[in-house]
């Protein structure tokens, strides 16, 4: 996702540029980086009281990926079962119309990814001991935004269907004082995100990590001729960072409150997205759709479309039917009521398709 800018380009370039011209900046030894304070995840998931259980005795939710068949389908059978499956799902979903005058792509010439060209590309996912993802908060938080850094997180282990490796805080003087600026005309303090990347995570990149994202409350820019950024990923170094900056004071009202968690869940889980090599979604109205703007990314679903649905579920061989009744779980007990039911819709539908896995 991206904020308004001064100049056309389009920035997952922007950011391979940045990371090469930026490789004199190398000021970090190769820290370790298995410094977690928590593990979240489905097979973690909090306990619930099952309609049978009796009280006091809870029942563990069983993990995400539990629907699976015992013969787990290779890769060609499993793309194929997913693409029916996304044939059922299309008219849940909208189609992207023209878009508006400062949207994302009247400004962006993208090319869209089809499932089949995701799968071609060879994409990042987890393989081997690389399935963790790791989040790394960077700064000093609130105790409201600890508390969305934490559901942030959570969201994303049923997104997902991985585990999370909260990591603790690195201190913001860890950036210098190169990589940071006040912005030119509206003053505020930003942080310049390709540094992030490759100065900060790349080199701290724990093995196990399928994704290392970062997480501020500072403001991020990605470079000359830009204003700012929500958030930065790389499509192949497996590293990232969101900002919860431009998402709302959650302390100011109980609107705020209940708007900057959704915002940075769907600000997270895109740019995680990326991480998976997803590119941007032109098709239909799709979390993994670009912005250019808050209004754009408030109006823009939580949701995937059926084919970036299909793009996640296939990398991470999660059932599509588990990862919707989990989501709609999360959502239902987090307030987010207008995703719960869409998360429920598509889980009825899939509900009448036998899916293998
Ligand atoms: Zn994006
Ligand atoms: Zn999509």
Redesign the pocket.
């Known amino acids: 996702?991206s904020g308004r800018f001064f100049l056309n380009g389009f920035y997952i370039s922007l950011l391979l540029l940045a990371a090469c011209a930026l490789g004199f900046w190398f000021l970090f030894s190769c820290e370790t980086t298995g410094k977690y304070e928590k593990i979240l995840g489905p097979v973690e998931a909090e306990p619930e009281v099952s309609q049978n259980a009796p009280a006091g005795q809870p029942e563990k939710t069983p993990p995400a990926d539990s629907d699976k068949s015992p013969g787990e389908l290779d890769d060609d059978a499993r793309a194929r079962e997913l693409a029916e499956f996304m044939k059922k799902l299309v008219p849940l979903h909208k189609p992207l119309g023209k878009p508006g005058k400062s949207d994302w792509l009247s400004h962006h010439s993208e090319p869209g990814q089809t499932f089949e060209q995701y799968i071609a590309c060879n994409p990042e996912r987890p393989a081997g001991n690389r399935s963790f993802i790791y989040v790394q908060p960077l700064g000093d938080f609130s105790k409201t935004e600890k508390k969305i850094i934490l559901l942030t997180a959570k969201f994303m282990t049923y997104y997902f269907n991985l585990q999370i490796k909260l990591c603790k805080n690195l201190p913001l003087s860890t950036i210098p004082k190169s990589a940071r600026r006040v912005h030119p005309k509206w003053k505020d303090k930003q942080i310049l995100a390709p540094y992030i990347l490759d100065y900060v995570l790349r080199p701290r990149l724990p093995d196990d990590a399928m994704a290392y994202i970062a997480f501020t409350n500072s403001d991020l820019w990605p470079g000359e001729g830009w204003n700012f950024v929500y958030g930065l990923a790389s499509l192949r170094h497996r590293v990232g960072v969101w900002s919860i900056y431009r998402n709302g004071d959650p302390d100011e009202s109980d609107e705020s409150f209940r708007l900057c968690p959704l915002r940075t869940i769907k600000m997270a889980s895109?740019?995680t997205g990326?991480m998976f090599s997803m590119k941007?979604c032109i098709k239909y109205e799709c979390n993994m759709c670009?912005c250019n703007n808050r209004t754009e990314s408030d109006r823009l679903p939580l949701a995937l479309c059926p084919e970036c649905t299909a793009k996640i579920c296939w990398a991470t061989k999660t059932n599509p039917l588990s990862r919707y009744r989990q989501l709609s779980k999360f959502c239902g007990k987090n307030g987010l009521e207008k995703e719960k039911k869409f998360y429920e819709k598509s889980a009825n539908i899939l509900k009448t398709i036998a899916i293998k896995q």
């Open positions: 996702m895109h740019e990326h941007h670009g």
